[in-house]
């Protein structure tokens, strides 16, 4: 099996999460989070303070797939690109050893 973690621009999750459903993706978890890229920092002032802004909210999607479907949702992913702008994203492909539904005890792929 292996995990999918997916940082993406909130505005996308909508998208990705109908993209995967069509695609036979019946589970996933998405958590919104704030990314932090030094290299997108801006300078605003407000009422005569200077402040830095290098958080950008963001959602995380987390996708546990068997590795017979990990290249389909990967692709899947890699076509939300917007136009290759900074801020698009990122994707990690992990391993996962197991998994257990608590709710029937199903474990492994059947879990899934």
Known sequence: MKKI????SAF???????ALTG???????????????????Q?????GTS??????????LEIVVADRDSARVMAILERMRTS???GDGDI????????VRIRTGEISVAAL
């Open 23 to 41: 695609a036979g993706i019946q589970g996933f978890t998405a958590t919104p989070v704030r990314d932090y890229r030094a290299e997108n920092a």
């Open 92 to 99: 990690f492909l992990l391993p996962c050893e197991d998994t």
């Open 43 to 47: 300078r605003i002032s407000y009422r």
């Open 12 to 18: 996308k999750l909508e998208e990705i999460a109908e």
């Open 51 to 60: 402040y830095t802004i290098d958080w950008s909210p963001k959602a995380k």
């Open 5 to 8: 973690e997916v940082v993406i």
């Open 84 to 86: 290759g702008r900074t």
